[in-house]
């Protein structure tokens, strides 16, 4: 069965005054459910059409990353960047552009992400520091769909390197582990990012990749109780004033495996209710 790819969310805003605050990435949240729809319509397919999956949902964070990098990096830098990720997000189609359309189109996912990796390899030749690094990342990313184990070396030596391309190198080279089923491999750098003092991708994310990889590795109280305290520590969240948070999609889901594999163990999780808009407390639970 294909597994999900998990794009990076961000945990909600808390009150608790030692708690440090974190805010949610719209974005981030977006692509997420986006990537859960792509796994789901592969799901059971084989190998091969897992490896479609993990390359499309590594590509789908791809404009997600562009525009936190952006602001910091210089104009000319930034447009070959920016053209380069163009490429890689156009349509792929059998079907002529109208006239006077100025669209980029492919015919093939293999034209494509062949052109994608040339134009980031010639951003990272051109431009050096922070720019060549994310180019880097950017390449090895779109060549997973094209030779998959140079892809993944690429990701090896990148998740070396410290700061955000480091991390998300190491995510991804944590993804294509699960995918070869080098579990012990995958479970290790989930635990390294885990344990990692980074805000690039929310420990939530993190931790409910792993927990599924313990799972299949037979450790049933450990992944339950890594996705207990997913759920858990949501359920309790709190905005800034004071109101609870709803559950992420990545908490809900943590809820539901605590649901199915503990169940007695489920019931400590509380979900607070919404608030009327009306006021006077609490909207009902309406019986179907």
Known sequence: MARKKRIPEVAVPTNEPKEKVQYQ?????????????VSKTFEGKGKTLLYAVAAAAVLLVLVGIFYLWNRSSEAKAQAALG?????????????????????????????????????FQAVADRFGGAIAEKAR???AVNKLSLDRAAAAAELENLSKSSGEVGTLSKFALAQVKAGDGKTDEAVALYQQLAAADSSVIAK????????KLLEKQGKKDEAVNTYFNIAKTASEAKDLDGKPVPLSSTAREAKAKVEELAPDKAKEIQEAQPESPFGGGNLPIQLQ
């Open 25 to 37: 990435d719209a974005f981030q949240s977006t692509v997420t459910k986006k990537v859960e729809d």
């Open 83 to 119: 053209k380069a990720i163009e490429t890689s997000q156009a349509i792929v189609t059998d079907s002529p552009v109208p006239a006077g359309s100025s669209i980029k189109t492919f015919k093939t996912e293999k034209e494509r992400a062949e052109a994608s990796v040339n134009e």
């Open 137 to 139: 990342y950017f390449v």
């Open 204 to 211: 939530d994310t993190i931790n409910f990749e792993l927990a």
